[in-house]
DNA sequence: TTGACATATTCCGATATCGGTATATATTGC
DNA sequence: GCAATATATACCGATATCGGAATATGTCAA
């Protein structure tokens, strides 16, 4: 067995640098290919290839356009990603630092009382 | 080239479902080796090497402890995670729909007011 | 119909990965 | 010092990737 591959959910899919910046230039709104080659300044066969990766993923979708194919974005599909990494968000921020000082205090209050009746 | 190192950075470390897996336990607290061995039911190398690219990330720290070395969490590594995957909420939280609306409110009151002076 | 344009696919070589297995390193207790 | 324990590293084979280049597919316009 080998790495997974980078079709086989969102993580995997968004680790490569380029596909996050085809993503971040879609929340934009519905782009043609060729604006992403320009945006990205990649060869137009790779961003083809980043592209099939992220639809096999669910994270953009095509719409015919003559001969232009128009992706557009769908962030559902990274809906996983930000609820994995959410609970870890307790691990930097100051506001649960805070909220953990309260909830501290709180328990602390509760024992007392237990020590009273 | 080929597909970046897995130590590139913390989307790349993250890509592999048992490091994720490793970090969800130790969010639990510091843990030597083979508790993780246990938990993950994996062979004890590939859990060393899993958590060698967590250490390269960041994502874990380590401390001696007699024969054993205990694993702990830093989850500020995985920060940029969820700070690009947060401005993607938008495209599935219901609430951020609500806001929407409300904005939309706003924007055509403006304009009536603007059609009244 | 021919040529220009837009996009997708195929082939290439280099490389870093994964799990498995064997082994190295270090610490403990007798 | 020796066996047991805990952990890390090295080697292997299989594989999927990456960018680059060439080419295929499809559409428009004159």
Known sequence: MARAATTADAFNA?????????LDVLAG??????????ALGLAQPQVSK??????????VDVREDGRRRLYRLNGRALK???????TYER???ERFDQL?????????K????????
Do not use: F, M, T
Not at 80 to 86: F, G, N
Not at 110 to 117: I, K, L, P, V
């Open 14 to 22: 968004v680790a490569e640098p380029r596909r996050r910046q085809i």
């Open 29 to 38: 709104g519905e782009r043609p290919v060729n604006d992403l080659v320009r």
């Open 50 to 59: 980043h592209l099939r990766v992220l639809r096999e993923v669910g994270a």
């Open 80 to 86: 996983p990603i930000h609820d994995w990494v959410r």
């Open 91 to 93: 691990s930097w921020s």
């Open 100 to 108: 953990d000082l309260v909830l501290e205090d709180l328990k602390q």
């Open 110 to 117: 509760e024992a007392d009382d237990g020590d009273n009746e």
